[in-house]
């Protein structure tokens, strides 16, 4: 069974940082590009952030260009999401992601393989 279990989502206020963690297991996951995406309520789920198997190469949205840094540590099968500068309008449902090839801004979330449960992130203004 494959479980992403992601963990650090809370309530900030805006200007504030917040780092998620996503856990795999029955996976290789070295083998596997990681990411985020998000889903506010009423949107679609959109891409956040990527990384490669080995952490050489990250893509971001956009909007979270200079403010959100991914990395992974394939040691402890875990992939993480620095979150600096918040806005309100970063108010989601994060979710961690894992997909066998690419996870980067073109990818829609109907590709990725599998998907973490999602922890709330809420920024107050």
């Known amino acids: 069974q494959v479980q992403l279990v992601e963990s650090g989502g809370g309530l900030v206020q805006a200007g504030g940082s917040l780092r998620l963690s996503c856990v795999a297991s029955g996976l290789t996951f070295s083998s596997y590009a990681m990411g985020w995406f998000r889903q506010a309520p009423g949107k679609e789920r959109e891409f956040v952030a990527g990384?490669?198997?080995?952490?050489?190469?990250?893509y971001y949205a956009d909007s979270m260009k200079g403010r959100f840094t991914i990395s992974r540590d394939n040691a402890k099968n875990t992939v993480y999401l620095q979150m600096n500068s918040l806005k309100p309008e970063d108010t989601a449902v994060y979710y961690c992601?894992?997909?066998?090839?690419?996870?980067?801004?073109?990818?829609?979330?109907?590709?990725?393989?599998?998907w973490g449960q999602g922890t709330q992130v809420t920024v107050s203004s």
């Open positions: 992601a894992a997909d066998h090839l690419l996870l980067t801004p073109g990818v829609g979330a109907v590709y990725v393989d599998y």
């Open positions: 990384i490669s198997w080995s952490g050489g190469n990250r």
